[in-house]
């Protein structure tokens, strides 16, 4: 079965970094895009960025683009993602998703538990 | 951006009986190649969203048929037909037709 697992969350001080990862099984990794999606503490859903499966292009949503990088590790079925000059606005709980590929395109049909990251002195 | 709008944010429904959720988009989803990346996803109490429905329509893989969408351009609904009591948490609109992918705010689905 698909599985998503994240790690590399906890506490930081805002100004330094991060590196988040997710491991992937039961799927073909390399043969699907990726995203990460993160939830403040009580609120809804925001999407961070995508990777092609791979990795020649990437997304990112405005609030993260020059600090946050997407990358992945198909030989390790390994999503990444770099945390750069953080934030306190950055707290939040981090998702990877597994994108719907070819059949359920542009959805994201398996997420992880998620992994909580705290931006705070 | 694509901004999506929720409506109710919140909606007490009985235990059996029917509910129903809006979503907007302040411009139509239909993407060049034809298709509408819409999407409904569940959040229950202390876990991860799920996937309800993509493409506005279609179920995933061991959703109950309680479940559907439907709508066209930029109004889309989701429909439970009758409630359950695992049906509890917070439903997102989800729109992946043009970067940035943006969700809707979330509607509460509780019981009376």
């Known amino acids: 079965q698909v599985q998503l697992v994240e790690s590399g969350g906890g506490v930081v001080q805002p100004g330094r970094s991060l590196r988040l990862s997710c491991a992937a099984s039961g799927f073909t990794f390399s043969s699907y895009a990726m995203h990460w999606v993160r939830q403040a503490p009580g609120k809804g859903l925001e999407w961070v960025a995508v990777i092609s499966s791979d990795g020649s292009y990437k997304y990112y949503a405005d609030s993260v683009k020059g600090r946050l990088t997407i990358s992945r590790d198909n030989s390790r079925n390994t999503l990444y993602l770099q945390m750069n000059s953080l934030r306190a606005e950055d707290t939040a709980v981090y998702y990877c998703?597994?994108?719907?590929?070819?059949?359920?395109?542009?959805?994201?049909?398996?997420w992880g538990q998620g992994t909580l990251v705290t931006v705070s002195s | 951006d694509i901004v999506m709008t929720q409506t109710p944010l919140s909606s007490p429904v009985t235990l059996g009986q029917p509910a129903s959720i809006s979503c907007r988009s302040s411009q139509s989803l239909l993407h060049s190649d034809g298709n509408t990346y819409l999407s409904w996803l569940q959040q229950r109490p202390g876990q991860p969203p799920r996937l309800l429905i993509y493409?506005?329509?279609n179920r995933f893989s061991g959703v109950p048929d309680r479940f559907s969408g439907s709508g066209a351009g930029t109004d889309f609904t989701l429909r439970i037909s009758r409630v359950e009591a695992e049906d509890v948490g917070v439903y997102y609109c989800m729109q992946a037709t043009q970067f940035p992918h943006t969700f809707g705010q979330g509607t509460k689905l509780e019981i009376k």
């Open positions: 998703a597994k994108d719907g590929g070819t059949v359920a395109r542009g959805a994201f049909d398996y």
């Open positions: 493409k506005i329509s």
